[in-house]
């Protein structure tokens, strides 16, 4: 796929968070929080790519084109961020989120034989990897190229450049909801 966007939600200390709890109650919480993420998907038509432990993958613009793939994977990383304090006082726990939102190609297809699964690949899922790990608590952290594909529709917080693995110097921004959204 020639172009798509890549989100990366992941915990923040959620195994420490669960180290009071036993493996049923913290496999609960997290099917609760990840159920969330879920409705958000839908809401926005996004594809799920996997869970990997206390983190979620998800691609917008595969494995159908959507013309507005960026767009829609920002408001579903914002979304997530919002939804993060009504998930904590429901459940009780110190949770946290961290978001990482990149946009370009990748590789895609089923992989295996047993529990066969669609999962993609290439730099535009390392750089939301990259961008998720060093982004921070209860923000939607995006690469330069999502900055540029998304206009002026939303509020931008330039976060200036930092280091990513295998990319040097790159210019990085903080994304939050424009302050002319409807309620």
């Known amino acids: 796929f020639d172009n798509v966007t890549v989100l990366f939600a992941d915990f923040v200390d959620f195994t420490k968070a669960g180290e009071s709890m036993t493996p049923q109650e913290l496999v609960s919480e997290l099917h609760i929080c990840f ?16 869970t990997i432990g ?8 595969l494995p159908e084109h959507q013309i507005d793939h960026v767009d829609r994977a920002v408001m579903m990383g914002l979304d997530i ?11 009780g726990l110190s949770i946290d989120v961290r978001v990482g939102i990149h946009t370009g190609p990748v590789l895609a297809g089923v992989i295996g034989v047993h529990k066969p699964f669609y999962d993609i690949w290439g730099d535009t ?10 982004g921070a608590l209860g ?3 995006i690469s330069d190229d999502v900055r540029q594909a998304l206009g002026g529709r939303f509020h931008f917080e330039d976060r200036g450049p930092i280091e990513l693995k295998n990319r040097g110097s790159v210019n990085t921004w903080f994304v939050d909801w424009s302050s002319t959204r409807a309620g």
Request: zero cysteines; hydrophobic letters at 40%; aromatic letters at 6%.
């Open 81 to 91: 961020v919002g939804v993060i304090p009504r998930l904590r006082e429901d459940l």
């Open 54 to 61: 206390d983190g979620y993958l998800a691609a917008a613009g």
């Open 35 to 50: 159920k969330n993420f879920d409705e958000i998907i839908s809401k926005y038509n996004i594809e799920k790519i996997k």
């Open 139 to 141: 923000r939607v952290h």
């Open 125 to 134: 899922v390392n750089v939301a990897s990259r961008l998720e790990k060093n």
